[in-house]
């Protein structure tokens, strides 16, 4: 199933509940459309949503609205039944808006070009939390609902743990040679991946995220976009080069590419909300929606490549009975 979105697409999100997608395009338009198996996906909404480029979207409040974020630093909320404006935060940020992500049910965060990370109470439409987390922009964040911490990655080519409980960033990598451009939390919390512009995965222990403890080197020799966690033990890949892949994480191996969006670079990945279809946008304009179940059949007995990992851990949980002063 495809959309053709017209313009250049940034970012996309599927409703929480229904079978809704939401896209930000260069132009700064916001565009909803509603989808069905063996239809036609219908758009619902057009909204002029920015003067500037649409880079990032979030179902938020149950998806009854959508929140947005662009370059012109501002953050709108739009009603999803009627495109009308709920709120628009102007001055949000100091620098263009480049990334948001759902945290809990009435907070969200955003995260600008200049690498700062700000929370937000969707209800009180106020800031709750600012850090000054990185001096690049923000490439991606993830959230951590056990210990209230925040995750992000950075052009700068460091990973920032924001403790939200405690109103600041507690730690941050050592810079890597590499820009981070995503990352996924997955082995039960106990593992962060990180992807980067080489190619490779960059792998932390939680609670040690000084340094990488294993570097998965033979993914691909084109920066790895976009991370979407499928399982504890498997996560899809979107690349440079177009191919969406399904990569194993300790053991580190790559199961299959499963699709291939393009020849351009695949911006974002997501699934809906039931899962059975995943999303990917690139710079051909379009939406394309998969199969789910179809691009994952085969996918355990077909492994392309297997590699060793350095410094690897095992596979239990980490205890450090005498922690590193590097942690």
Not at 253 to 262: F, G, K, L, T
Request: with cysteine; charged share 25%; aromatic share 6%.
């Amino acid at each position: 199933m495809e959309i053709n979105l017209g313009k250049l697409p940034f970012d996309i999100d599927f409703h929480p509940s229904s079978s809704l997608v939401t896209a930000g395009l260069i132009t700064g338009d916001l565009h909803l459309y509603r989808f069905a198996a063996d239809s036609t996906p219908q758009r619902l909404l057009e909204v002029h949503a920015h003067s500037e480029s649409c880079r990032a979207v979030r179902f938020i409040n149950d998806g009854h609205a959508i929140l947005t974020g662009s370059p012109d630093f501002s953050i709108l909320s739009t009603d999803v039944e009627t495109g009308s404006t709920i709120a628009r935060l102007e001055n949000s940020h100091g620098a263009a808006i480049n990334r948001l992500v759902n945290l809990t049910g009435s907070t969200i965060a955003s995260g600008d070009d200049e690498g700062c990370i700000k929370v937000w109470d969707t209800r009180q439409r106020s800031c709750c939390n600012s850090f000054e987390a990185h001096e690049e922009y923000i490439s991606d964040m993830t959230f951590s609902a056990d210990s209230m911490k925040l995750l992000g990655t950075s052009g700068d080519g460091t990973l920032s743990v924001c403790n939200l409980r405690r109103n600041k960033v507690q730690t941050q990598s050592e810079f890597s040679e590499d820009e981070l451009l995503s990352v996924v939390i997955m082995k039960n919390g106990r593992k962060v991946i990180c992807g980067t512009q080489t190619g490779t995965l960059l792998l932390y222990s939680w609670g040690c995220f000084k340094d990488c403890s294993d570097r998965f080197i033979d993914l691909s020799p084109n920066s790895v976009d976009a991370l979407l966690k499928l399982d504890e033990d498997r996560v899809i890949t979107g690349s440079e080069n177009g191919l969406i892949s399904l990569v194993g994480i300790l053991p580190n191996r790559i199961i299959q590419p499963i699709a291939e969006h393009s020849e351009y670079p695949v911006e974002r990945l997501a699934f809906s909300h039931d899962r059975k279809l995943l999303g990917s946008i690139s710079h051909d304009q379009m939406l394309k929606l998969w199969d789910l179940d179809d691009l994952l059949q085969g996918s355990g007995h077909t492994i392309k490549s297997q590699v060793t990992v350095e410094d690897s851990d095992s596979d239990e949980m980490d205890v450090d009975a005498s922690p590193r002063k590097s942690c």
